[in-house]
């Protein structure tokens, strides 16, 4: 009788089987762009997700809450279904929770047509919104609820800069949303090299809640987002002009070069993200 040598890349690889398949997989959902600051990139990385959804011919519903700079709306309100959400109004974060299951579990109409089910959701939240998100989770059990009823994830994508208040946010964040949701924190190379988020990399808090993460096996992916030319992106804010649309253009070669260089790596770049960004086993280019 041989012996069966068990060979270190063997217990590695038994180790990453067991982690996937203590890791459950969700039906639905739903994608939260934060940061508490204004000015950090939130709506650049929204605009970016919703572009690759598009391109990647994903279905999605998304939901623009900055009503003061609404630029999900303004951008791809006419191409793709977004819709504006005041939070700040009393009961409207309510009655998006309870929109989303209509969404999700839809009833035919007085003709009989029944919409399809949605299942990929994005919400990108305005600045000075942590209180009111704070209060919703907590005040409602939306994150239990949202599983229990939905059997839907909530991803937080938390986009930085190279300041103390950022960390201290995703700090914050964690502090009450805990292990329930995933996490994808994005570096605005806007700001800096990544290498200058010192204040990030540095910090023992964040290097606890990975560990603590990593325990539940839960998600926190850390990413950078690549920093558009001002040039061109005055040119699209001007123009009003989607990324695709950017791409195509034909008046400034210049622009079309920047704007696809810079899709093309943020593509790249969220791929480690996928499943946590409702791309669950998409193939994107």
Known sequence: ?????????DIQAQNINKKEQLI???????VIVTGDKGGVGKSTFAR?????????????????????NSQLVR???????????????????????????????????QDGYKPKEESRFLLELPP??????????????FLETAEADYDMRVTMVVVISRISDSVNQLINLHSF???RVDYLVVKNLFFGEEEEFTRYNKSREITEIMNEMEKDKSSFI????????????????EKNMTFKQGMEQKDLPSVKG?????LRTFKEQIKPAQEILGLDDVKIS
């Open 48 to 68: 970016g997700l919703v572009q690759t959804y598009i391109d990647a011919q994903q279905r999605f519903v998304g939901f623009d809450a900055d009503i003061s």
């Open 24 to 30: 459950k997989k969700y039906s639905r959902r739903l």
């Open 1 to 9: 009788m041989t012996d069966t040598i068990t060979t270190k890349a």
């Open 75 to 109: 951008f791809y309100g006419e191409h793709c279904p977004i819709e504006p959400l005041n939070i700040f109004k009393n009961g409207n974060i309510d009655k998006f929770f309870d929109g989303l299951k209509k969404k999700i579990y839809p009833e035919p109409n």
């Open 128 to 141: 000075q919104s942590r209180i009111i998100l704070q209060r919703f989770i907590q005040g409602m059990d």
């Open 222 to 237: 850390t990413i950078t987002m690549p920093e558009l030319i001002e040039h061109a992106y005055d040119y699209l804010d």
């Open 177 to 179: 949303c805990g292990q």
């Open 258 to 262: 920047r704007v696809t260089s810079w």
